[in-house]
């Protein structure tokens, strides 16, 4: 599912990603964990197409990264790919049922698909309540839930989460960590985690611990 191949990364003078080699299979859920510094987000922007190798190559499926640039690359992305990160970056004046279908109106699904599937995903995640609330009214749990709900709509291959409990009490970030697992069940979607949080990384399929920009157990 992502494969990485001698993945190196320095900006400027500082080598952060220097040398991984890395191997994600379909509907895994795979934590990766590691001090401050270590390189984990850089890994996981790389790989979910955020950023780009010095050296190295990565694949999602078929895919080789490389190969595409500018639109192709940016509808790899929005069909491919969910990203759930630690600030849900959900837009403030749209409300959860719009944040949700905004993924798939840059897909030009059409807007009757769009909210249909919308509304599924969010009634799945317990918000079917909470359509037409805008992100203020919002607990961080619902907020959050929304983004996953944002990151799965255009049934992406992968989800890339960084620091996804980052922001969250120790309930909601249990109750998130449990509905990663509960996706993966639901939609067979494969997981890639960055977190500091050890019950996720114990809980995960697989943990991949970086150490100076370099895998050293996983």
């Known amino acids: 599912m992502v494969f990485a191949e001698n993945i190196q990364k320095a900006y400027g003078d500082v080598a952060v990603l220097k040398g991984i080699d890395l191997l994600i299979q379909k ?9 401050s510094g270590a390189g984990k987000s850089t890994l996981l922007h790389i790989l979910g197409t955020l950023d780009k190798v010095d050296t190295g190559r990565v694949r999602i499926g078929d895919t080789d990264i490389h190969t595409l640039t500018g639109n192709k690359l940016a509808e790899f992305r929005n069909q491919k790919i969910g990203f759930v990160f630690q600030f849900h970056n959900l837009l403030p004046e749209f409300t959860v049922l719009e944040n949700v279908c905004l993924p798939a109106y840059l897909a030009r699904k059409s807007k009757i698909d769009a909210q249909k599937k919308a509304t599924e995903l969010l009634e ?20 959050q839930r929304t983004a996953v709900a944002r990151a799965l ?15 969250l009490d120790t309930h909601n970030a249990q109750e998130l960590h449990q509905l990663f697992f509960s996706l993966r069940k639901e939609f067979g979607q494969t997981f890639v985690i960055v977190t500091h949080n050890p019950l996720l ?14 895998i050293i157990s996983e």
């Open 201 to 214: 990384a114990d809980m995960s399929d697989r943990k991949i611990v970086l150490e100076k920009g370099k």
């Open 153 to 167: 709509i255009n049934k992406p291959e992968v989800i890339f989460a960084d620091e996804p409990s980052g922001n």
């Open 124 to 143: 799945f995640l317990g918000l079917k309540d909470r359509l037409t609330h805008l992100p203020a009214q919002l607990s961080g749990g619902e907020q």
């Open 27 to 35: 509907s895994e859920v795979v934590s990766i964990v590691g001090a």
